[in-house]
């Protein structure tokens, strides 16, 4: 099997308390995964340090053998829609176009091209009639599915989202994973923060229990089970009651 | 003095064409500051820049406004780097640890300067301006560096314009683009020093950081642009500058650097208020429209729901509407007041006394409710 992301022996600190310790992970091409846990077992940690933002203590992440930066432009990345300001002077369009910055690299202007390129992306996610909207007058399933469009902008082979469903409505939740099933469909992978276990079964293939350590990982038949789920939630019960 | 004194008077002129630069300047830096939740690191640097003048002071032994800048200029640097390694190696916020270093640096600056002052013989006079401002004694070679300066800024900030926005709306989105955010910030945080050691003259330590945030938060009043934000940001700051010039000039004893800062401070709360869309009173107006339109759907949602329950051509008196789902009761004479409206509207419909839902009004409450729903 061909792996687009492989970790190794990753540990993160905050003011030397471990947050993640000692990830071995693999994910193949192709998969649409979740990585579920409790709340904070370390899930947007372990993406935010893939992607190079956090420096572990130790290990690495590397993309189809390479390390981030070589591999950095095949890389999509969808933030947590609550780690911006809303109320940013911008526009729909403005912000989806952001998608072609690091493919433009420093200096250049985004252009005509540029703006086609977010066009379309908009028009994917149901957003095309929201272009000129101002970012502040979005619901939060707008607001989720403009960060999607400014992901599929970055034409990336790989994606990361954090959180993609919180707080969306239900129309929009359905619009997400279709678009996540047909980006898989042609050959993406696509890497998802999940907190809902019950649709875990549902919409995805692949999936990583985590809690600060990798508990399971691997086909969702396989791996997502009472036994594992007990593992990945039940230190934290613990923890509660100690 | 007159309006054409400006033209005529030649160090009024000059003091003008300064503030009006300084204006301009922090305003464009001013924007990235407050968009970034940062205005506070104005405060803390011009604070911090005080010791940097007295020590240059001491070292050099001469009020050569140059040494005396680049010793603001380092101590100014210097706070906001101490601020960003405690955070970075500690459990304290950035706003507390801007706080700290704003009151260590500006203490450290005041006993520097009463030290100074207690030097016989020496040169001191004049450093303790550098509180308040002295406009007064800008010359033309300051005002040619401040063109400079604020010419550079200006350049750096439309080379970095995508770069500086994104790094403004979303730093995680900007790392993963290939724009490492430490060096980003690293600029941005020397450009807003550097303007405001530019300001010290001027406007002092004291007062130079409502230069940074008053012409920035003026201008979001107005715009949803950030390009206009930035445009309008400036012009703001350098009016304030030009009208602080000459109200100061033409009254005795108004010190310059304080009126401008009353200025810009006016210029922000009326735009705080009056602007359209963001402004408190034109908020107001629109959340009393709201609740006006809240109150006769919850009216029209009455009847809706009673409706429904029944046949749906069911007619319903005042005393029924009244006394239907307790939550929300309004006395009898607002609620026939309110269907009146209602009625004017199309959306109810009375015969004999009693009150009919139209199909309009079937319309209105389902999108309402859906609305709701979104």
């Known amino acids: 099997m061909e792996y687009a992301v492989a970790v190794n022996d990753l540990t ?24 579920v846990g409790p709340n904070g077992a370390g899930k947007s940690t372990l993406i935010k340090t893939m992607l190079n933002m956090i420096k572990p203590v130790t290990g690495e992440t590397r993309f189809w053998g390479e390390v981030y930066e ?69 619901s939060g ?34 619009a997400i994973i279709s678009l996540l099933r047909e980006l898989r469909s042609i050959g993406k992978t696509v890497v998802v923060v999940h907190h809902d276990l019950q649709t875990v079964e549902e919409y995805f293939d692949w999936v990583t229990l985590l809690n600060k350590v990798i508990i399971a990982s691997g086909p969702v038949e396989k791996v997502f089970n009472e036994e594992n789920l007990m593992k990945a939630y039940k230190s934290k019960v613990d923890k509660l009651f100690s | 003095m007159s309006l054409i004194n400006i033209f005529s008077d030649y160090t009024l002129r000059t003091v003008a064409l300064g503030s009006a630069l300084l204006g301009a300047m922090s305003g464009v830096i001013g924007t990235y500051a407050v968009l970034r939740k940062q205005s506070l690191v104005g405060d803390a640097v011009s604070h911090a820049a005080l010791p940097g003048i007295g020590i240059a002071f001491l070292l ?32 304290v916020k950035y706003d507390s640890a801007l706080g700290m270093m704003l009151s260590v640096f500006f203490g450290l600056g005041l006993v520097i300067l009463t030290y100074i002052q207690k030097i016989p013989d020496s040169n001191q006079a004049g450093l303790e301006g550098f509180l308040f401002g002295q406009a007064s004694t800008l010359l033309k070679r300051d005002v040619i560096v401040m063109s400079i300066v604020g010419g550079a800024i ?35 945080t020397t450009l807003i020093v550097i303007a405001i050691v530019t300001g010290l003259q001027t406007v002092g330590v004291v007062l130079m950081s409502a230069m940074i945030i008053a012409p920035a938060v003026a201008a979001r009043q107005w715009t949803d642009k950030l390009s206009v934000m930035v ?22 004893n108004l010190p310059t650097g304080p009126v401008i800062v009353v200025i810009i401070s006016a ?20 959340d009393k429209k709201n609740k006006k339109r809240l109150n006769r759907n919850i009216i029209l949602n009455n009847i809706y729901n009673l409706s429904t329950e029944g046949n749906g051509t069911q007619g319903y008196s005042l005393e029924d509407l009244s006394i239907s789902k307790g939550d929300f009761n309004f006395p009898i004479n607002t609620l026939e007041k309110e269907l009146e409206n209602l009625e004017t509207l199309d959306l109810v419909k009375v015969k004999d006394k009693k009150w009919y839902i139209t199909e309009k009004g079937i319309n209105e409450i389902e999108d309402f409710r859906g609305g709701l729903g979104e």
């Open chain 1, 12 to 35: 993160v600190a905050y003011h030397k308390k471990p947050v993640l310790w000692d990830i071995d992970l693999e994910i193949p091409s192709g998969v649409l995964m979740a990585i």
């Open chain 1, 70 to 138: 070589k591999q950095r432009k095949n890389i999509g990345y969808v933030p947590q829609r609550g780690s911006v300001d809303w109320d940013f002077p911008t526009n729909v369009l403005d912000v989806v176009t952001m998608g072609t910055y690091g493919e433009l690299g420093w200096f250049k202007r985004p252009g005509k091209k540029e703006k086609e390129i977010a066009i379309r992306a908009l028009e994917k996610v149901d957003m095309l009639p929201f272009a000129d909207r101002q970012i502040s007058q979005l």
């Open chain 1, 141 to 174: 399933g707008q607001q989720q599915r403009v960060f999607l469009a400014r992901a599929l902008v970055q034409n990336a082979d790989i994606y990361f989202m954090d959180e993609p469903f919180q707080g969306v409505d239900a129309k929009t939740e359905r």
């Open chain 2, 60 to 91: 050099t032994g001469s009020k050569n406004i140059e040494w005396l800048l680049l010793g603001a200029f380092i101590s100014g640097w210097l706070s906001i780097y101490i601020v960003n390694i405690i955070i970075k190696h500690s459990r």
């Open chain 2, 154 to 188: 200006i350049i750096i900030v439309a080379l970095l314009w995508k770069e500086f926005k994104l790094l403004s709306f979303d730093p995680e989105f900007c790392q993963v683009s290939g724009f490492p955010k430490e060096k980003l910030d690293l600029i941005l």
């Open chain 2, 231 to 252: 445009i309008l940001s400036s012009v703001f700051g350098g009016l304030s500058g030009v009208i602080g010039t000459i109200i100061s000039s033409s009254t005795r």
């Open chain 2, 267 to 286: 210029i922000s709360i009326i735009s705080l208020f009056i602007a359209p869309g963001r402004g408190i009173i034109w908020r107001r107006m629109r």
